[in-house]
């Protein structure tokens, strides 16, 4: 049955108040077309072959049993599917499905997909329902190795789509700040890929709904007393550190669960003919709750999301490249300066892999605490490299040959980390983390079009003032290629005496998008003399994509002779060299930009 409108079940959320034991055994059906795991709270019914509803391993109907009968949570046509390429290709869409198991406590079905010549992987998709859970698990296993060609990956995820329209879900929520409804104006026009103008005038993009992979676990769609979401127990096998970014929900009641995407700068899978390669996407875990608000299922959610965090690696799971036994890496970390490692962040990552870029093996990572003590848990055995970026720093910190073993600690104790110094620092704008989000819209970016904002927050661009100006207030997240009444900014600070030696500038770049062409050109001044032109490649599409960094960081230094500095005040700018004057009554598309890290001054 679908649910009526409006309907509202309990005061409170509900989903985890019936004993399991107290619950039907799990079951699941074969048909001709179709397969149905059920537990007697969640039914999922997936097409098999020859079924003209759906496609070979797609989920066509996800129900939820509440005290007033089954209730479907999708269109009864496309409720889950798997794809790789942004639905390019659906490696098990000619697979063999099989049961895997079948007991009263667990029923597992698989999709078996073997490798194409368009697609060379083989690929095995799992569907997990146990008894007494109200949801399911799902996951991937990609493998590819001899007799397979060469071949990529650049985009691999499920997807989850709820009933169409606010008949039951009206609200999407990625995490405590974007707790709202889904859009019902109809698009007008495409102004960006997968950004819509609505009827309404607003503009919906799926790209204000992406959330950091550091402590991301949960997203999901909620409206009239139902909750339905996607909960990652991990994230060791997304890849890119804690400064991966990924696409959460969507336009039309969809949840993402994304494995493997390009946006904001990472990269996609390449593969060598014969390249052995073997990966375990997943599991996650799809929730469904019930409650009388949105707020409330959604505090019932992230309850849920810890609980299976705590869970991992789950005990129930059998597939050789999924480790139950892990281990775990210590340690303290300390600057050579004995500066604070505040903000900082202890990777493991493969040691063949850039960390901010792994999409091969597996990471992780735990923050640094205040004394420096780090603690990362769960580690699949193995060799990693450990990487201490952050903190202030321009440069990451590396030790190699980490080794990792099951049911140990590795204790690396003191993990001493070499600043990088080019004399006296005479002033500092930002923090040196990856990130711009400690200036001016830096930590409100997720929305359309920033650039538009700028010239009305800045109608004299930026001039920073050392010692006078704030971070937060007069330096704008994003240094754009357009421009109120002049190309560049200014950076001014007084010089009691002109100093001598060689001065070093230190830019750390989060984010670059070149105006033109394939690269940026930054062109450095001091004192009205040129003493650079930055060229710096695309690092991502943070500008155009609603972000304030990407995966890839550049930092770049700049020498000059001090004597370019004098007594009084001096000046810095940096300008686009190609930047042009914002006009308000033209569409710009979205402009070039640089988002800076941090910018430092020292001599020698």
Known sequence: MRMPRLILFFACVCSTMVCAADLPPATVTEAATTMTLENGLVSITMARRGNTTGRNGDAISIKYKTPSGYVELSDEKRAMYFDAGGGRAYPVADA????????????EVSWNGKPTQQFPFAAEMHVILRRGEPGFHIYVNYQHGPGMGAGGIGETRFVLRGVPGPELFTHHIVDDQRKGPYPTSPAVSQVQDATSLLEDGTIY????????????????????????????????????????????VHQGNTLLGMFVGGHFGSGGLRFQADEPWNKVYGPLFVYINQGATTDAMWEDAKQRAAKEVDLWPYAWMKNTAYPLQRGAVTGRVKLSDGASVKGAWAILAPPDEDWFQVLKGYDFWARVDDQGRFRIDKVRPGRYTLVISAANQFEDFRRDNVEVTAGAVADLKDV?????????????IGIADHSSSEFKGGDNYRHYENFARYPKEFPEDVTFIIGRSKEKEDWNFAQWAIYSKKPYWTIQFDQPQPPKGKATLTIGFASTIPPKGSRTNLEIKVNGHEVEVVHL??????????????????????????????????????????????????????????????????VQ
């Open 96 to 107: 063999d499905s099989q049961i895997v198991l079948n007991t009263p406590e667990m029923v």
């Open 205 to 248: 993009t799926k790209y204000n709904n992406t959330a950091f992979m550091a402590d991301h676990h949960v997203h999901g769609m909620a409206g009239h007393g139902l909750g339905m979401w996607m909960i990652f127990p991990s994230n060791e096998f997304i890849g890119g550190g804690p400064f991966k970014q990924e696409l959460t």
């Open 416 to 428: 001493l980390c070499q600043a990088v110094k080019h004399g006296r620092t005479l002033w500092q």
């Open 537 to 602: 490649p695309k690092s991502g599409m943070s500008g155009y994509r609603s972000g304030n960094q990407d995966s890839v960081y550049s930092v770049v230094y700049i020498s000059f002779d001090a004597a370019l500095l004098k007594k009084g005040t001096n000046e810095i700018t940096l300008g686009h060299a190609e930047a042009q004057p914002f006009s308000s009554s033209e569409r710009h598309g979205v402009p070039g930009e640089v988002m800076y890290d941090a910018i430092r001054l020292e």
